[in-house]
């Protein structure tokens, strides 16, 4: 079975701080990529960035990155110089190649301060 | 590039009527997907479609939610008829096909449905 877990119902943080969004998961697929979507409150989920089980180097895409430790079945993400427009829901994802299917964690809302 | 498209953006109706969504995929992407997501949650997937054809149906409640992809671009959603545990955000989304899997899916604004 496939599991993601975001253990953060809720975070803050300052204004150009980095912040980190936790993401652990659980499957037997040898080969699976790891998705981060941004939900604002108008309701479309926007990708950030992937990880492929295989990748050997971590996600970088702009000021986001994905901090992927393979064998504590992790993917963290990390914001730097957090945005008031960061402000949103972040959910994890897994796609695992045996079932073809994009599982969701939860969520963490993400609230910036000025 | 025009984004996933979905209409409407609102829908309230009463409960045991019917209700139909719409969504309009990515040019070139032959994969279009029906989520469902309830407050709180993450989304949770209906259906998907390779062209015209649906693959992966195991989550859709076929009593009272039909799909169809006819010409292999467009989609609609249909709940018939609908009840109050149906009021939820009916995400569209939509991805390339290039058989290696993991392909970014990319979502539309979503439905989002009240039933009363």
Redesign the interface.
């Known amino acids: 079975a496939q599991k993601?877990t975001q253990t953060q119902p809720g975070m803050f943080v300052q204004e150009k701080e980095a912040v980190t969004l936790d993401c652990t998961y659980d499957t037997s697929d040898q080969?699976?990529?790891l998705?981060w979507?941004k939900q604002p409150s108008?309701?479309?989920?926007?990708?950030l960035i992937?990880q492929?089980s295989y990748d050997e180097q971590n996600a970088t895409e702009g000021r986001y990155s994905l901090n992927f430790q393979k064998a504590r079945k992790s993917a963290n993400l990390v914001i730097s110089a957090s945005q008031l427009g960061d402000s949103a829901m972040y959910?994890c994802?897994l796609?695992g190649?045996a079932t073809?299917?994009?599982i969701?964690?939860?969520?963490t809302l993400l609230a910036v301060q000025p | 590039e025009a984004g996933v498209v979905q209409s409407p953006r609102y829908k309230i109706i009463e409960k045991k009527q019917p209700v139909a969504f719409w969504c309009n995929p990515i040019s070139g992407h032959n994969t279009l997907y029906w989520y469902l997501q309830n407050l709180g949650q993450g989304p949770e997937l209906l259906i998907r479609y390779e062209n015209e054809e649906a693959v992966d149906d195991s989550q859709l409640p076929k009593d009272r939610f039909s799909a169809e992809r006819l010409k292999g671009v467009d989609s609609t959603l249909k709940i018939q008829p609908a009840e109050l545990g149906d009021s939820a955000v009916y995400l569209c989304a939509s991805s390339t096909s290039t058989g290696r899997g993991q392909e970014t899916q990319y979502f539309g604004p979503g439905t989002r449905l009240l039933v009363l």
């Not at chain 1, 108008?42 to 990708?47: R, V």
């Not at chain 1, 969701?104 to 969520?107: A, D, E, M, S």
């Open positions: 993601i080969s699976y990529g998705f979507y108008s309701g479309e989920m926007i990708f992937y492929g959910f994802a796609h190649g073809n299917k994009l969701f964690g939860t969520g």
